[in-house]
């Protein structure tokens, strides 16, 4: 029976992007996908710098880069159209080193990374399986699926298993673990177009609709693509609503039929749910698989990657070394409070849309003197896990540093990173993956700032422990020897 390191059940963004992660640590890799191909229709449409980020650990960024365009932000207008809070995003570098938001078009991310995946040797990708058992053993996994084109069911083994299968996780029921809603569930009809030439007088941002007759978004993608969402009341038929004449008539106020290709049209359930346990054993949940929230931050696909990003260094940890059950454990400690921080943000925003909302979307809001509203994104820390509660470094991110064109991330894509300050004169093991800070004045300051002369940095680019002293680092190296080497 063929034995892999990882198998990834499902290849969306979530599945494509760990398996990416992982193929940079050269394990054999099986991607199984039920479907044919990618599916060829955009859903998300935004993501942010720290995704950005993960995409650039990848190698992806130089080609994907040109079909991303720079997001300005969102304002949410009441039904008279007047702006009742603003949600800037800066045209600004932030400390992920890149701008705090892109708009892009889905199939676009998935043909990258499909395309990157090709140039590793040990990474297999079967489209048409549909996996149908997984049994969790002791020592590896078992999965048995069936290739649908010659009906042939088969049988494989692997080291670890990862369901990013979406929302309806054949991985999730295989767990046997249940996923608990948390309260927003709504159609929406989703219409994509594509204008057929450029139209200046429609907005340059996103704009919510804060309309209680009808709660809408429109969302001006990339080139000429432009979405519009609106809510569906539940007398409401869906197929009159899906007609052409009461999409047009619909979208009369921005547009007339003759300026745009409706690229389709659709409804979906926005939902808010997480699954219980993300891991069972030596298999895990990631991406929709394990939590579903409305789409009004545009953080659904985001969160999956941030999944990802912290599973796969851990897995890889694992395969290096040998399985850590208390490391694995922390995938789902660190990430569902994360995650539920953002289901629980997006569903005060959808109840804001909505024109229900009766607490503020984030603490983040604050009026300028003429009473003008406005928000700021949210950056949650990482859940209890890896590292010491009472270090208030713990779990945030840590900035992308270039110096002289050299990037530090890739100093530590792979395993943890020590980071001290140029005070630091004493030797430590040779097999310590260690950055001594002599140049590089912006990470001085940043230091400096933290009050810290170093700090232990994770693959996923989160801080893992402050060093307060100079006397502290050979401790804490050593206490972190294992991650570090
Ligand atoms: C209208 C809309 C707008 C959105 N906008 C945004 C946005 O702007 N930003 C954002 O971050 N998110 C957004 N999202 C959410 C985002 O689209 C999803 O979170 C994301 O696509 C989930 O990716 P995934 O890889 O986890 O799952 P999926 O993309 O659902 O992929 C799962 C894959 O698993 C495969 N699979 C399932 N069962 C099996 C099986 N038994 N065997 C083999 N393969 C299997 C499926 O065929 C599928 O290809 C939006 C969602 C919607 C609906």
Same mark, same amino acid.
């Given at each position: ?63 994907? /880069? ?128 594509? /204008?057929?030439?450029? @139209? ?73 749910? /997480?699954?219980?346990?993300? &891991?069972?054993?030596?298999?895990? /949940? ?119 064109? &050299? ?6 894509? @792979? ?71």
């Amino acid at each position: 029976m063929k034995k892999y390191d990882v198998v990834i059940v499902g290849f969306g963004p979530t599945g494509g992007t760990l398996a990416n992660l992982l193929a940079l640590q050269g394990f054999s890799i099986l991607v199984l996908e039920k479907e044919k191909s990618f599916y060829p229709l955009p859903r998300a449409v935004h993501f942010d710098d720290e995704i950005m980020r993960v995409f650039e650990t990848i190698g992806i960024t130089n080609n994907f /880069l040109k079909h991303t365009i720079i997001n300005k932000g969102t304002k949410f207008v009441d039904k008279k159209n007047r702006v009742i809070l603003d949600w800037p995003r800066p045209r600004e570098i932030t400390e992920n080193g890149w701008y705090p938001s892109y708009r892009f078009n889905q199939p676009d991310l998935e043909r990258e990374l499909r395309k990157k995946l090709k140039s590793y040797k040990k990474v297999e990708i079967r489209q048409s399986s549909n996996v149908k058992k997984i049994i969790n053993k002791k020592n590896d996994v078992n999965i048995i699926f069936e290739d649908i084109n010659s009906k042939k069911i088969l049988n494989i083994k692997s080291k670890y298993l990862i369901g990013c299968d979406g929302a309806n996780s054949i991985t999730r029921s295989q767990m046997k673990t249940k996923m608990n809603n948390l309260g927003f569930t709504q159609k929406w009809a989703v219409i994509d177009l594509i /204008l057929n030439k450029d @139209k200046k007088n429609l907005p340059d941002r996103t704009i919510q609709y804060s309309n209680p007759t009808r709660p809408a978004t429109y969302c001006r993608n990339v080139g000429k693509r432009r979405r519009w969402e609106f809510a569906i009341k539940k007398n409401e038929n869906i197929e009159t609503i899906l007609s052409d004449k009461y999409i047009w008539n619909f979208l009369k106020p921005w547009l007339k039929k003759k300026e745009a290709q409706m690229e389709r049209k659709t409804i979906y359930t926005f939902q808010s749910a /997480l699954a219980k346990n993300w &891991k069972k054993g030596r298999i895990f /949940l990631a991406g929709d698989a394990a939590h579903l929230m409305p789409p009004f931050m545009g953080q659904g696909m985001c969160a999956g990657i941030r999944d990802v990003s912290n599973l796969a260094w851990k897995i890889s940890h694992c395969l290096n070394n040998k399985h850590d059950e208390k490391l694995l454990k922390t995938y789902q400690s660190e990430r569902f409070s994360n995650v539920k921080e953002y289901i629980e943000t997006t569903m005060r925003m959808g109840e804001f849309v909505n024109a229900i909302g009766k607490s503020p979307i984030t603490n983040n809001i604050s009026a300028d003197s003429k009473g003008r509203k406005s928000m700021k994104s949210i950056k949650p820390k990482l859940g209890r896990g890896l590292g010491e509660v009472k270090d208030k470094m713990r779990g945030k991110i840590f900035p992308q540093f270039k110096n002289n064109k &050299k990037n530090l991330d890739v100093r530590f894509s @792979k395993k943890s990173i020590l980071v001290v300050s140029g005070k630091f004169k004493k030797t430590l093991s040779k097999k310590i993956n260690f950055y001594k800070n002599k140049s590089d004045k912006k990470l001085s300051k940043y230091l400096q700032n933290l009050k810290v002369e170093g700090l232990i940095v994770r693959p996923d680019r989160f801080v893992l422990a402050s060093i307060k002293n100079l006397k502290e680092i050979k401790l804490i190296s050593k206490k972190n020897l294992k991650l570090l080497i």
